[in-house]
Structures are given as C-alpha cells and as structure tokens.
C-alpha cells in the first residue's frame, strides 16, 4: 500500500471517528435537555392527595408513572427511588417549586424524596 493510499485511510478513519464523537456529544446534550424539561415539569407540579394508582405506563414506553387524585404524573428518569418506595394509599405532599414530596403512610409522615433527574442544567 503506497503512502497516499495509507494518508488517505487515516483521513477518511479519523474523519468517522471525529463524525461519532459528536453524534454522541450532540445526543447527550439532547438527553439532558429531555432531563431538564421534565424535572421543570415535575418542579411546577403542586399536589397534597393519596395516590390511587401506581404503574409503568404501557402507553407511554413503560415509564414509571403515578396517579394522585385523577391527575396522571410521569415520574420517568427520577433517579431518588421514590417511585420505587411509594404504595398505592399512600399520602403525597408536593409543593409547586419544590422539589421534595413527602410521603405520608397510615396517616404518619415516613420518609421525603427529593426528586433528582440528574439534570445538568448548563443553559444549552
């Protein structure tokens, strides 16, 4: 293989490893931004009922996903356990702003998440 045969084989490998570093750059920023929206979403949400369903949403890729007095709340990419520690029954406290819930059982204060969807805000 001549010289200029080899030059333009490493151009033509660095130019597709340089077009995969920023696909996966770009698709991290967007699965942040996913991140971020969502824990807006969810840091807006104001609610103080029981939670009358606990379930992965098969419309919805099967996130995990609560109801609280007829409204529907996504609880997807929450990375605090919380969906995992919640029953149906229990009580939930969450202020609009906020993003602890506390979570009441038997009319008795148990335990507070604070949501965390490992959101890195950077003002993309």
């Given amino acids: 293989m001549g010289r200029d045969n080899r030059f333009i084989l490493a151009a ?3 130019i597709v490893i340089s077009i995969v570093l920023v696909t996966l750059l770009n698709s991290e920023k967007s699965h942040n931004k ?3 929206e969502l824990y807006d979403q969810i840091l807006q949400e104001s609610f103080s009922d029981i939670i009358t ?9 099967l996130r995990p996903t609560i109801e609280v007095h007829e409204k529907i709340i996504d609880i997807h990419l929450d990375t605090s ?3 995992e520690f919640v029953i149906v029954g229990d ?3 969450k202020e609009s702003g906020n ?3 506390c979570i ?4 008795k ?16």
């Avoid at 369903?53 to 890729?61: G, W």
């Avoid at 009441?104 to 009319?107: L, T, V």
């Avoid at 507070?112 to 993309?124: I, Q």
């Fill in 12 to 14: 033509v490998f660095l």
């Fill in 34 to 36: 996913v991140r971020c």
């Fill in 53 to 61: 369903r606990k379930f992965k949403n098969p419309n919805s890729h």
């Fill in 81 to 83: 356990g919380f969906f």
């Fill in 91 to 93: 009580s939930l406290v």
């Fill in 99 to 101: 993003p602890k819930i």
């Fill in 104 to 107: 009441y059982r038997d009319g």
């Fill in 109 to 124: 204060f148990i335990k507070e998440f604070t949501l965390d969807y490992e959101c890195n805000n950077l003002n993309e």
